[in-house]
């Protein structure tokens, strides 16, 4: 196998589907194996065994909630039983509950911090033990545009702007075992997320989608693979001089 992440595994968790599903795949072009760890276990597995079908590396997936310390251990251990190391580990799964702040619930809160920012540490800790015995470890974090702040997101832009102080941490704490850590923080991607959103709204998803975009300088909403490709990047050996970074993915300065 060639490609400039060759050799390496990758862990993408909530890759089933949206950014994650398109970073395994990526990241499989460039040649990486691949574990993929999500709620919808069924969904993981489909995934992985089409990318081992289609470029032809070892992958696997399986049933794994990132909010829990006994899932998040099992699934990289597993990563690295079955795949040979644990090199690469994409903090993407995520959920939304969003709502003004007076409306907003305690249980809304929790949840969203839990995912986000609690599962990022559980699954950073975790991969990091197998990357410092090899000196040699990327960890990326699904950050936001939200982190700068967003109507309606009190629990989810904490939680964004969480994991870019988490990654400059880190990327402090791992750097001298060869470990780069950085957060992209993409704008507006069309995904099942989004989708959701504008349903919420009670907005037809392709108008909101059109809509949304006219307030994106190139013109455009983002597609999955547009952050696949920062992230891909952050995960190869050119990147190792970048750490503690966050990198917006908007179609311009903000999404
Ligand atoms: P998505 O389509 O909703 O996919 C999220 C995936 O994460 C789903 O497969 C979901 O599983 C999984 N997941 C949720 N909670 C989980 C948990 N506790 N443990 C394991 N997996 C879990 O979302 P997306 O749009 O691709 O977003 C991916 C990441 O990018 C998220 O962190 C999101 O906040 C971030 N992001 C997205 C956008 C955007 O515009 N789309 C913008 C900025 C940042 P189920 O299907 O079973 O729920």
Same mark, same amino acid.
């Given at each position: 196998?060639?490609?400039?992440? !060759?050799?390496?595994?990758?862990? +993408?968790?909530?890759?089933?589907?949206?950014?994650?599903?398109?970073?395994?795949?990526?990241?499989?072009?460039? %040649?990486?194996?691949?574990?993929?760890?999500?709620?919808? %276990?069924?969904?993981?597995?489909?995934?992985?065994?089409?990318?081992? =079908?289609?470029? %032809?590396?070892?992958?696997?997936? /399986? $049933?794994?909630?990132?909010?829990?310390?006994? @899932?998040?251990?099992?699934? +990289?251990?597993?990563?690295?039983? *079955?795949?040979?190391?644990?090199?690469?580990?994409?903090?993407?799964?995520?959920?939304? &509950?969003?709502?003004?702040?007076? $409306?907003?619930?305690?249980?809304?809160?929790?949840?969203?911090? *839990? +995912?986000?920012? $609690?599962?990022?540490?559980? /699954?950073? *800790?975790?991969?990091?033990?197998?990357?410092? =015995?090899?000196?040699?470890?990327?960890?990326?974090?699904?950050?936001?545009?939200?982190?700068?702040?967003?109507?309606?997101?009190?629990?989810?832009?904490?939680?964004?702007?969480?994991?870019?102080?988490?990654?400059?941490?880190?990327?402090?704490?791992? %750097? &001298?075992?060869?470990?780069?850590?950085?957060?992209?923080?993409?704008?507006?991607?069309?995904?099942?997320?989004? *989708?959701?959103?504008?349903?919420?709204?009670?907005?037809?998803? @392709? @108008?909101? =989608? !059109?809509?949304?975009? $006219?307030?994106?300088?190139?013109?455009?909403?983002?597609?999955?693979?547009? +952050?696949?490709?920062?992230?891909?990047?952050?995960?190869? @050996?050119? !990147?190792?001089?970048?750490?503690?970074?966050?990198?917006?993915?908007?179609?311009?300065?903000?999404?």
């Amino acid at each position: 196998m060639t490609g400039r992440s !060759a050799g390496r595994v990758a862990l +993408v968790t909530g890759g089933a589907r949206g950014i994650g599903a398109a970073t395994a795949e990526r990241l499989a072009e460039d %040649g990486a194996a691949i574990a993929i760890g999500d709620l919808d %276990g069924a969904g993981a597995e489909r995934l992985a065994a089409e990318i081992a =079908k289609r470029y %032809g590396v070892p992958a696997f997936g /399986c $049933k794994a909630n990132v909010a829990l310390g006994e @899932e998040v251990e099992h699934l +990289v251990g597993e990563a690295a039983h *079955r795949l040979g190391s644990l090199d690469i580990l994409v903090n993407n799964a995520g959920i939304t &509950r969003d709502n003004l702040v007076h $409306k907003m619930s305690e249980a809304d809160f929790d949840d969203v911090l *839990r +995912v986000h920012l $609690k599962g990022a540490f559980l /699954c950073s *800790r975790a991969a990091q033990r197998e990357m410092v =015995k090899r000196n040699w470890g990327r960890i990326i974090n699904l950050s936001s545009a939200s982190a700068l702040g967003n109507r309606g997101q009190t629990n989810y832009s904490a939680a964004k702007a969480g994991l870019q102080g988490m990654a400059r941490t880190l990327a402090i704490e791992l %750097g &001298r075992f060869g470990i780069t850590v950085n957060a992209v923080a993409p704008g507006f991607i069309d995904t099942e997320m989004t *989708r959701a959103t504008a349903l919420r709204l009670g907005r037809d998803p @392709e @108008e909101y =989608k !059109a809509e949304r975009a $006219k307030a994106i300088p190139v013109g455009r909403a983002g597609v999955p693979r547009d +952050v696949a490709n920062l992230i891909a990047f952050l995960a190869s @050996e050119e !990147a190792s001089f970048v750490s503690g970074q966050v990198i917006y993915v908007a179609g311009g300065p903000r999404g």
